[in-house]
């Protein structure tokens, strides 16, 4: 009745005395009447409310979904640039570290080689001194050899020379004081050199 203020006041308007005992059942079922068209009236308010809270619940569902839909491609790709990124810098880091080992690889190859080349180089000059050495002590040995050669030689001719006047000094006994003169002119060595 709430609803229906217009049949609650043609009601209230009725005069007493029309309103008697078998005007009350009418009255009854007119009330009954107004409370069923109030209720339909309020099940379709109530309908046309529930279906424009469904309208509106679907509508911000929809772009609900629309919007969490576009931040996950946008949190997707956002995670497919993060990747490429990180794998870009894995494989510039890769790129570097093997640049950077290749480098020292070489740099070490050519430290060794040096090295290497210095070594042989130190070894041919130690090796040409030592052949040098040896040319040198080979030539003073040879020297020294001929040198002794010769002494020897020259020992063995005065021994000789000795020998050959000790003989001719013991062949002539006759000659006393000739053969004192032949033995110390004989024993004189530094005369025959």
Do not use: C, W
């Amino acid at each position: 009745m709430g609803d229906r203020p217009e049949e609650a006041r043609a009601f209230a308007d009725m005069p007493r005395e029309s309103q008697t005992r078998p005007d009350i059942g009418e009255k009854v079922n007119a009330i009954v009447a107004a409370a069923e068209t109030a209720a339909d009236e309020i099940r379709r308010d109530a309908e046309r409310r529930a279906a424009e809270i469904v309208e509106q619940a679907e509508a911000t569902a929809a772009e609900r979904i629309e919007t969490l839909t576009r931040e996950a491609s946008e949190a997707r790709a956002e995670a497919d640039r993060y990747a490429r990124d990180m794998r870009e810098a894995a494989d510039s880091y890769g790129t570097q570290h093997r640049r950077s080992a290749e480098e020292e690889a070489l740099r070490m190859v050519s430290e060794a080689e040096d090295a290497a080349r210095e070594r042989r180089e130190s070894a041919e000059r130690k090796a040409a001194q030592i052949e040098r050495d040896i040319g040198e002590r080979h030539a003073t040995l040879k020297r020294e050899a001929r040198m002794l050669e010769e002494r020897k030689q020259r020992v063995l001719d005065s021994l000789r020379d000795l020998s050959a006047q000790l003989q001719d000094a013991l062949v002539e006994p006759g000659q006393p004081e000739r053969q004192e003169e032949v033995l110390m002119d004989a024993l004189n060595v530094e005369r025959h050199r």
